[in-house]
């Protein structure tokens, strides 16, 4: 199985920083079979960089994506319109359940939307620091999952990914703390059983599991090296070309 290494950029760099951004990755970067680069720009950079990006060495991501193909809903890109620009979307990010109000049935749409449409969805979960604190974490996480996942049939999970972010871990969450290893492994585990609970045993161990938050170069061997984890998720450090270039390199190393 492949090693992720996924920047998601939230809503930093304009499309001129974002291809300049693009341009020295592409230059800079390893042609690591086993490493699979993604970076998570703007929606309205996805086009632009859908054309400079070398696919051999990297994919793109879109952030989000919408579950209805085509109609009425102002603002909103589908995930048909993104067919063909990207390979990855991010669904169910903290960012997008907490600031936009979605939920899991929402979340579960646009899962199932992007499925559709031959995107592989990133689907996110991860409980808050009230939740944690309160021990509802299980609970939470399992909801998420199932949730998340409720409108994928048994032949397509194999077409998703999971990525577990604490949102007490994201960096520009205020008093953001660093999960320890141990912690990520435990709801890895949880990830696991819930998935293995619907879809069998054999998909609960192959469907690749990502950690994200405050993911560093200082820290990613460490969260890489996890039982279970098949990549990381970053914001901070995605911005930051040395930085992600860095962590690229921590992925081939501890797959060697
Ligand atoms: P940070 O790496 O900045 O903590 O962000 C994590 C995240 O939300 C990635 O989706």
């Known amino acids: 199985m492949k090693t992720y290494v996924v920047g998601n950029w939230k809503l ?18 390893p042609n690591y079979r086993d490493v699979e680069v993604v970076i998570a720009p703007s929606t309205i950079a996805l086009q632009p960089l859908s054309l400079q990006v070398d696919r051999h060495k990297m994919k793109l991501a879109a952030q989000n994506g919408f579950y209805r193909d085509y109609g009425a809903f102002t603002g909103e890109t589908s995930m048909s319109q993104l067919r063909g620009i990207v390979d ?23 899962v199932a939307a992007a499925v559709r449409n031959r995107i592989t969805p990133i689907l996110c979960v991860g409980e808050t620091e009230n939740e944690r604190a309160f021990g509802e ?18 032949e397509d999970i194999d077409k998703v990914i999971i990525a577990y972010e604490p949102v007490w871990a994201i960096s520009s969450v205020k008093g953001a703390k660093l999960a320890t290893p141990d912690e990520v492994a435990t709801v890895v585990g949880l990830v696991r059983a ?33 039982p279970g984890v098949n990549g990381v998720l ?20 501890v797959r060697a």
């Open 88 to 110: 990855y979307v991010i669904v169910g990010h903290s960012e997008r359940r907490y600031v936009m109000g979605e939920n899991d049935k929402m979340i579960a749409k646009k």
């Open 194 to 226: 819930t998935i293995s609970e619907v879809y069998g045993a054999e998909t609960g161990e192959r469907v690749p599991v990502l950690f994200g938050g405050s993911v560093n170069p200082s820290n990613a061997g460490a969260y890489l090296t996890v």
């Open 137 to 154: 974490t299980a609970d939470v996480i399992r909801d998420q999952v199932l949730g998340g996942l409720s409108e994928v049939s048994e």
């Open 234 to 253: 970053m914001g901070g450090s995605s911005l930051i070309l040395s930085e992600f270039i860095d962590i690229i390199d921590t992925a081939k190393r």
């Open 12 to 29: 930093n760099f304009n499309v001129g920083e974002a291809s300049i951004y693009l341009h020295k990755l592409l230059k800079k970067l």
